[in-house]
């Protein structure tokens, strides 16, 4: 009697376990689109020509000068504000962070970004560290894959399939767009459900 009631015991801690674990996961994922979303007027340039007296005006003006290449100019109040990420290291150029009046603006100028290819200067979106490392693995997999692929926030697609990055397996697996889309409204489903095919794979 003992013996089973022990195993109930356990039985039940390993419920409560494992449903703490799915809230703190969902809580954190949650904090992490949060954050993600704090960030969408941001874009970060690289490239451009540090200095160690650099101020935030003449980070805005380098920046202008790139959007003026872009063929993007703004209006004065466009940019909130630019400055240079990190300490400054003569070894290394720092990136200039921008945040842009709206997510329209901002969108505008990163989908402008084609045209500096020829250039040394790249641009990105701004992103929270867990989104970062997981677009990191969601890139790895699209280059290894050897086809042409796009990435869209925490998603990548290949040859008209999406694929998503579950943490709980680090692995990437395939997701059926079209019902994850529709029926699906956050993250924490989607990847318990990109898990599950993974199992049964």
């Known amino acids: 009697m003992a013996a089973s ?53 003449e980070s805005e003006n380098k920046i202008r000068d790139v959007l003026f290449i872009l063929g993007t100019p703004l209006s004065e109040g466009a940019i909130e504000r630019a400055h240079r990420l990190g300490k400054f290291d003569h070894n290394k150029t720092r990136p200039i962070i921008t945040k842009f009046s709206s997510f329209k603006i901002k969108d505008l100028v990163f989908s402008s970004r084609s045209t500096l290819k020829p250039s040394k200067v790249n641009i990105t979106e701004d992103f929270c560290v867990a989104t970062r490392k997981l677009r990191k693995k969601l890139t790895e997999f699209g280059s290894a894959s050897g086809l042409p692929f796009s990435i869209r926030y925490n998603k990548v697609y290949i040859n008209k399939k999406c694929y998503m990055y579950v943490q709980s397996s680090d692995s990437v697996c395939e997701i059926d767009v079209h019902k994850d889309d529709a029926h699906v409204h956050d993250a924490t489903t989607a990847e318990r459900t990109a898990t599950h095919r993974a199992s049964q794979s």
Do not use: K, M
């Open 5 to 57: 009631e022990g195993c109930l015991t356990l039985g039940i801690s390993g419920s409560v376990a494992e449903a703490v674990r799915c809230e703190t996961d969902s809580i954190t994922r949650r904090l992490d689109e949060f954050e993600d979303r704090s960030r969408r007027e941001n874009l970060i340039f690289y490239g451009l020509p540090d200095s160690q007296t650099e101020s935030w005006v």
